[in-house]
């Protein structure tokens, strides 16, 4: 394992790292890469079921953050997930799968979602 140094992240950092991982897609191929290894993009593509071109984006996202590593096997890329996302993304679901109610009941959490999806023209019935 690598060892880092630590630095306190500033707002933007921690708001972008954030928002890397609040993308659902980038979520699900972290996920994925934890779950299932080290996988080609036509692997990924797929499971997923994601489209090519929306999946080499998201995962130049995932590797410019540090989130993912690649490496070339032959002529194919292949993507693993970093030592420390796989800690974090474990972590991840087990508060999920240990409060998964408790956050869909968040009021908070519910009434933005209902707000953003209204912007979008979706109707939420209640």
Request: proline share 2%; charged share 30%; net charge positive.
């Amino acid at each position: 394992m690598i060892k880092m140094s630590y630095n306190k992240p500033d707002e933007k950092s921690i708001s972008l790292f954030f928002r890397a991982i609040a993308n659902i897609k980038r979520f699900r191929i972290l996920v994925t890469l934890n779950e299932k290894g080290p996988m080609c993009v036509s692997q990924l593509e797929d499971l997923l079921d994601i489209e090519q071109s929306d999946l080499s984006h998201n995962l130049k996202c995932l590797l410019n953050c540090k989130f993912v590593n690649r490496e070339y096997r032959g002529k194919e890329k292949v993507y693993s997930i970093n030592d420390y996302m796989r800690g974090l993304i474990n972590s991840i679901n087990n508060h999920i799968g240990t409060y998964e109610n408790y956050i869909k009941s968040c009021d908070i959490l519910n009434v933005k979602e209902t707000k953003n999806s209204n912007k979008l023209g979706i109707i939420k019935n209640r």
